[in-house]
């Protein structure tokens, strides 16, 4: 790494509350010398508020590729910029990674600051286990996309962690009940450090009529933290009833497969269902 190279600094900004943005975030803001910003109107609100006004550019997702040789070239130059997003950690389902991998690529160093994410905010009160966890980001907008999606989580016994937009929440958690079914343990966090901050929680069922009877609580940024898959053992499935699991399976989508298995062996559905994909993925 040549000594004449700049610096490419990750710098967190809040999620809400403006005093959670750290000393040494905005002692990095002041020093480098160009800001790269994911929403440069939204992002030049938290600088001026801070007293900053150095250069500030725009590199979101339609313009990374092009913008990131630029700065890249910068860099290369001895210059020194930080990179934000709208709010919280970047790269976090934000902008970023092409710049970070061409920097890498590049010998350019790379430093990156600790602060504000709302998943972290999110699952550090969820009251679920946060020793194993998954963070699944964006579900797909479309329903069919989205259900597959589920789908494939549906045995994972980790903690899940998922963003969600306000618009989309009603139909998210409707496909939780159809896909998780409507006793799993959820929470959901929305407006996470700001003024109407609010956690949910309860069985899936009971988090969606909460949601659905308050339409306050279908606004703003929000947090989906799931429960994982109870871990079924083979003995909890008899040979009798996976057997004939592996027969309708020929047949049968899965999900079809293990109703009709579970129905002629007095057996669990969920088990015969996870216990397959458990196979699967072995």
Excluded: W
């Excluded at 959901?188 to 339409?215: C, M, N, P």
């Amino acid at each position: 790494m040549s000594d004449s190279n700049g610096c490419l600094y990750i710098v967190p900004t809040p999620i809400g509350n403006l005093a959670d943005i750290t000393e040494r975030s905005v002692q990095t803001l002041r020093a480098v010398d160009a800001i790269a910003a994911e929403d440069t109107r939204h992002s030049g609100q938290l600088l001026q508020h801070l007293g900053i006004r150095n250069e500030l550019f725009a590199l979101h997702e339609h313009n990374e590729r092009q913008r990131a040789e630029q700065v890249v070239e910068r860099l290369l130059q001895g210059q020194s910029i930080a990179l934000i997003s709208d709010a919280g950690t970047p790269l976090i389902s934000d902008p970023g990674y092409v710049l970070v991998q061409q920097c890498r690529a590049e010998g350019i160093k790379v430093v990156a600051l600790p602060g504000a994410c709302a998943f972290v905010t999110a699952l550090s009160a969820a009251g679920l286990p946060t020793d194993r966890f998954a963070f699944e980001g964006f579900l797909p907008a479309k329903p069919q996309q989205r259900r597959k999606r589920l789908q494939g989580l549906l045995s994972d016994t980790r903690t899940l962690v998922f963003y969600e937009s306000p618009h989309r929440i009603v139909d998210c958690l409707a496909d939780f009940v159809s896909e998780f079914g409507a006793e799993r343990q959820l929470v959901l966090g929305r407006e996470l450090t700001k003024t109407f901050e609010t956690y949910l929680h309860g069985s899936i069922a009971e988090v969606q009529a909460q949601v659905l009877a308050d339409s306050n609580q279908q606004r703003g940024e929000m947090v989906l933290v799931l429960a994982g898959a109870a871990a079924v053992a083979e003995d909890d499935v008899t040979p009798q009833a996976l057997r004939t699991l592996t027969l309708l399976r020929e047949h049968l989508p899965l999900k079809k497969a293990a109703a009709l298995a579970a129905e002629i062996h007095g057996a669990r559905k969920n088990n015969l269902y996870q216990l397959a994909l458990e196979q699967d993925n072995q």
